[in-house]
């Protein structure tokens, strides 16, 4: 487990995650995710923070209002965000680490067009380990 640091395209957003070297990452066909290419490393919120740009992030929410997209309003990039399926954790984009060539990323589908199906199993992700 280590922290690994990343950001925004134009660097004023700044966070730092704790992720195991081998990590489950969702990749999602959701309306939004599919549009983006976001990369879902889903961690605890012990395991995240943010270290710059907090002050100058632009929120989008969208059907329900329960995910709360945070977005660099200068360059657009969206490197986290707190997800529905998990909200006492955050979503990182893997995309966005500074480094993640030495991570194991065991990718899997996530059926988000069908969200109500399969959140569940999403749940242990931002649960404290044991």
């Given at each position: 487990?280590s922290?690994r640091?990343?950001?925004?395209?134009c660097g004023?957003?700044?966070f730092?995650?704790?992720v195991?070297?081998?990590?489950?990452?969702?990749?999602?066909?959701?309306?939004?995710?599919?549009?983006?290419?976001?990369?879902?490393?889903?961690?605890p919120?012990s395991?995240?923070?943010?270290c710059?740009?907090?002050?100058?992030?632009?929120?989008?929410?969208?059907?329900?209002g329960v995910?709360?997209h945070?977005?660099?309003?200068?360059?657009g990039i969206k490197c986290?965000?707190?997800?529905r399926?998990?909200?006492d954790?955050?979503?990182v984009?893997?995309?966005?680490?500074?480094s993640?060539?030495?991570?194991e990323?065991?990718?899997s589908?996530?059926?988000g067009r069908?969200?109500?199906?399969g959140?569940?199993?999403l749940?242990?992700?931002?649960?404290e380990p044991a």
């Amino acid at each position: 487990m280590s922290w690994r640091a990343g950001g925004c395209h134009c660097g004023v957003v700044r966070f730092e995650a704790q992720v195991p070297v081998r990590v489950e990452v969702q990749s999602c066909n959701c309306s939004i995710c599919a549009m983006t290419g976001y990369m879902h490393i889903i961690v605890p919120q012990s395991r995240f923070r943010i270290c710059s740009g907090e002050d100058l992030l632009t929120t989008y929410r969208f059907n329900t209002g329960v995910a709360e997209h945070l977005f660099c309003p200068r360059c657009g990039i969206k490197c986290f965000y707190r997800p529905r399926s998990n909200p006492d954790g955050w979503s990182v984009n893997a995309r966005c680490l500074d480094s993640a060539d030495d991570l194991e990323m065991d990718l899997s589908q996530f059926d988000g067009r069908n969200w109500e199906k399969g959140a569940a199993a999403l749940a242990h992700l931002s649960q404290e380990p044991a």
